[in-house]
């Protein structure tokens, strides 16, 4: 069973950065298409940003310019690097992995920006 395992997360000044971790295991890593996305209390479910096996990058428009997506082949880790973080930031963050049959997601990991 692939397992995805989100760290990083927590309480942050507006104007203040974070960085997310997302550790893979029981998956080749470096095959898939993996990516972040957020959820709002209250809102759907969104794509912050994803990064394919191939090195495409794409962001959600809100992000853009703020956030920056990275992985770690060797490490089986993907990372999202958040800098001027705002209140509208606020959301559980989720790792998510999209294999030819099946999407596989993290537990999520809470980030509240707040001053």
């Known amino acids: 069973q692939v397992q995805l395992v989100e760290s990083g997360g927590g309480l942050v000044q507006p104007g203040g950065s974070l960085r997310l971790s997302c550790a893979a295991s029981r998956i080749f890593f470096n095959m898939y298409d993996m990516g972040w996305y957020r959820q709002a209390p209250g809102k759907q479910r969104e794509l912050v940003a994803r990064?394919?096996?191939?090195?495409?990058?794409n962001y959600g428009d809100s992000v853009k310019g703020r956030f920056t997506i990275s992985r770690d082949n060797a490490n089986n880790t993907l990372y999202l690097q958040m800098n001027s973080l705002s209140p509208e930031d606020t959301a559980v963050y989720y790792c998510?992995?999209?294999?030819?049959?099946?999407?596989?997601w993290g537990q999520g990991t809470q980030v509240t920006v707040s001053s």
């Open positions: 990064l394919t096996n191939v090195g495409i990058i």
């Open positions: 998510n992995v999209a294999t030819v049959t099946t999407m596989y």
